[in-house]
Nanobody, 123 residues
């Protein structure tokens, strides 16, 4: 069992930055691809970014490419999402998740996920 806790969300003006963190406990995340996905009211869940277990491969949705950066520190059992040039349409609850493989992470198939952290971007 992997327990995931997200932090770092908040209210920011358009053009600003936030850094989300996801701390894992229970088991090491080194065996998992890690994912950030988001859910906004009235919208479908969106896989924002994922990273392979060794950090070699990354994926970004078109909506965040060039603005967000995912990274991981397996030794700290932590995953990060650096979000720059935030836009009002980035407003959502952001969740961290663990997936069996990089391919399933991109397909939205997760084994574990956290409770989420709210990100609100004002215009």
């Amino acid at each position: 069992q992997v327990h995931l806790v997200e932090s770092g969300g908040g209210l920011v003006q358009a053009g600003g930055s936030l850094r989300l963190s996801c701390a894992a406990s229970g088991r090491t995340i080194s065996a998992y691809a890690m994912v950030w996905f988001r859910q906004a009211p009235g919208k479908e869940r969106e896989t924002v970014s994922s990273i392979s277990w060794a950090g070699v491969s990354t994926y970004y949705s078109d909506s965040v490419k060039g603005r967000f950066t995912i990274s991981r520190e397996n030794a700290r059992n932590t995953v990060y999402l650096q979000m720059n040039n935030l836009k009002p349409e980035d407003t959502a609850v952001y969740y961290c998740a663990a997936a069996i493989s990089f391919e399933t992470s991109k397909a939205g198939q997760y084994e574990y996920w956290g409770q989420g952290t709210q990100v609100t971007v004002s215009s």
